[in-house]
């Protein structure tokens, strides 16, 4: 009778033990994660975050707020995202950027009115604000 006795406590204390380690093992991948904002989404995608200047300040007062904007000129193609009306700052990224982020964006349940094109436009001012960006200015 001990022996059985000795023997079901082996086992109880193995099965909670495989229930602990299986809890361990699931690792933070099965837990929620936490949810990020449009900039730091814009910032893990690989766009760059730039500080206009001069004229570019005012250009930067036409585009809409928290929507991505596609800028082509010149055969050139960038992705301009104003994260905070009124700011001298905004985010700017190529196409792989833009395609990470709308990935991204997507899993976080970001706004579909935030993560695709709003507007499409060619203005010289977004060219050259990604080439400063690039350190090409």
């Given at each position: ?22 809890g361990?093992?699931t ?25 206009a ?21 010149k ?13 001298k ?11 990470r ?26 060219l ?10």
């Amino acid at each position: 009778m001990k022996g059985k006795a000795a023997w079901l406590g082996v086992v109880v204390m193995t099965a909670v033990l495989g229930i602990a380690l299986v809890g361990c093992a699931t690792g933070p991948s099965s837990s929620p994660t936490a949810v990020k904002s449009q900039a730091d989404l814009l910032k893990d995608a690989g766009f760059r975050l730039h500080t206009a200047q001069g004229a570019h300040v005012a250009y930067l007062q036409t585009l809409p707020a928290k929507k991505v904007v596609l800028n082509q000129y010149k055969g050139q193609t960038c992705y301009l995202v104003c994260t905070d009306p009124g700011s001298k700052q905004c985010y700017l990224g190529d196409k792989a950027a833009y395609q990470r982020y709308q990935q991204m964006a997507i899993q976080q349940n970001i706004s579909e009115d935030q993560h695709k094109v709003s507007e499409e436009r060619s203005d010289p001012e977004a060219l050259q604000m990604w080439a400063d960006s690039q350190g090409a200015g």
